[in-house]
């Protein structure tokens, strides 16, 4: 079988997505019956059928499900590759670190004191430090396990520490020196706020859903949610919040992450200067 072009799989792509043919051809610029052309050829090629076509538009086949999953995959990587390198040919630029906003704060600047090199930092909100790490818009990452998606990647381990609870300050609770998973997890005036899985569905729970640490802040400061946290990352809290250790929550591991395949002397540099930082003082937690 002759190999895919990207140019068809990103024909495939929008009339998959949009499971009408003119809509896709809008989209896409262009006239609807090379379009049409285009993706007949493909199923020829494969020798399976993609679509049901219909008179209000097209339903995809199992078979177009899985190309579908697959060409989102196979064009991200090509545009992650653009990316990288495009960056690679440019001497001058700094190196990209993504860490989800209020995390590890003293860790970061401590990092970015010791860096060799210019370093420009990227902020994200929780669980997209992958999603940049993998498509080029960023060379490294400060992640956190269990709670991020390390998969495919190179890493090194910096530090661990334990969690807090932050709560509103007018809450019972906040008066309290330490706390349990039992005691947070069963209030029922506080619920605990939820945050997305990996794959972008929520836990069940009464607690608000939140995607956004602004969100979050927030809600907590009003008196609607609760959340439980790494230690370091409390450098966000209001002066409404009050943070209380949970002493029987999981411990969490700071790693800084790269892609598997890098040859970057800058981030090899990088990353032994974060390993030096966790051979030095601890950071405080």
């Not at 960056?87 to 704060?105: E, F, Q, Y």
Request: with cysteine; glycine share 6%.
């Amino acid at each position: 079988m002759h190999d895919l072009e990207t140019r068809e799989l990103r024909y495939f792509v929008a009339v998959a997505e949009e499971l009408h043919f003119g809509r896709a051809a809008d989209r896409l610029g262009i006239a609807q019956p090379p379009l049409s052309r285009a993706v007949r050829q493909l199923e020829q090629r494969l020798g399976v059928p993609l679509l049901d076509r219909n008179r209000r538009g097209a339903t995809l086949t199992d078979a177009g499900e899985v190309l579908l999953r697959e060409a989102r995959t196979a064009l991200d990587a090509v545009a992650a590759a653009a990316r990288r390198t495009r960056r690679a040919g440019d001497p001058n630029r700094p190196l990209v670190l993504v860490t989800k906003a209020g995390a590890s704060h003293e860790l970061l600047q401590r990092l970015l004191d010791t860096a060799a090199a210019p370093v420009e930092i990227l902020l994200c909100e929780v669980g997209e430090q992958a999603g940049l790490l993998r498509d080029g818009h960023a060379d490294v990452a400060l992640m956190h396990r269990p709670f991020d998606d390390l998969a495919g990647f190179d890493t090194e381990d910096l530090c661990v520490e334990g969690q807090v609870a932050i709560l509103p300050a007018t809450h019972p609770l906040a008066s309290h020196d330490r706390l349990t998973l039992a005691d947070v997890q069963n209030v029922p005036d506080l619920p605990i706020a939820r945050w997305p899985r990996l794959d972008g569905t929520y836990p069940d729970g009464p607690g608000p859903e939140v995607r956004t640490q602004s969100k979050l802040a927030q809600l907590v400061a009003l008196g609607r949610t609760l959340l439980v946290i790494p230690a370091s990352s409390r450098a966000w809290q209001w002066p409404e919040h009050v943070a209380v250790p949970v002493v029987d929550a999981p411990d969490v591991t700071t790693v800084i992450a790269w892609p598997p395949n890098s040859r970057s002397r800058a981030v090899a540099a990088l990353v032994r200067a974060a390993a030096d930082l966790r051979e030095q003082a601890p950071v405080r937690t």
